[in-house]
């Protein structure tokens, strides 16, 4: 690295053709610039600058070397500049991990208009259900809904999400409907694996009064869009935000049930390796965080 160092300090000195020009141009001592040259000429083995008190002048090897080091030089300031400019405009293959249920019915609209205003982005996205290694696969950024066990990923919250009973009227109307919360240990509800209990907060006198309910049923899922599918078929109630059974609700297939009472809520994160972000990742985090809220 200090021999890199040193061959920028040499091209300036034989651009600003002297010692003092320089050392004033790159803010570094005459005395000091000096011995960086000298001591690369003693590393290289050869004298590159002829010194005399008015000026100085290249050798053949320092004409040679000149020629070498200054294409290195610019080249590197261009890597510079260039990642810079990726650090100012999103360019390149934006790569995200989505919770597929939620990025589909939810998320969809808002990346086309996320596409739309940067078309310099390409994009690749992974809609499988497995939690992907941010750290061992090249993934910009991971949109999850719940926490994360891996302390070593940086969580940026985007949103919390409320979440809401619903079930079917095929459902409600073989079933009947529950009047208050202690009603669906009756009830088939589908909940995720490991769920044994839904925690409710709300009743007649808005959220201050919370109750954690058994719930159970013949089926036990980890799949977002398979309980929500089961639900739109008269197989039962489900607890999840409204934006995923957006669709569902404006087909009447499902419909709220105990309106006064809600689910906690389930927060949005945006995981990502390091907190050093490019452009396109930072603008598509900072466009989730706007749209979301």
Known sequence: MELLNDMAL?????????????????????????????????????????????????????????ERCKR????????????????????????????????????????????????????????????VDLVSEPFDVAIRIGPSADSQLIARQLALLPTNLYASPGYLAHAGEPH???DLQRHECLSMIKAGSWSLQGGEQGGGQGVTVPVGGRFALNSVGMSRRLAALDMGIILMPEQIVADELASGQLRRILPLWQGMPASVYAMTETRLLPAKTQRFIEFLRERLA
């Open 10 to 66: 040499f091209v300036e000195v034989v651009k600003a053709k002297g010692f003092r020009g320089a050392a004033q141009a790159i803010g570094m001592s005459n005395s000091t610039l000096s011995r960086r040259i000298s001591a690369l000429e003693k590393a290289i083995g050869l004298r590159l600058l002829h010194r005399t008190t008015r000026k100085v002048e290249l050798t053949e090897a320092g004409q040679q070397y000149f």
């Open 180 to 182: 208050e919360p202690t």
């Open 72 to 131: 290195i030089v610019d080249e590197a300031r261009f890597a510079h500049e260039e990642l810079g400019g990726m650090l100012a405009q999103p360019t390149g293959v934006l790569r995200v991990s989505f919770p597929v249920d939620f990025a589909v019915t939810y998320l969809a609209p808002l990346i086309a208009e996320f596409a739309a205003r940067y078309p310099g982005l390409s994009f690749d996205f992974d809609f499988t259900p497995r939690r």
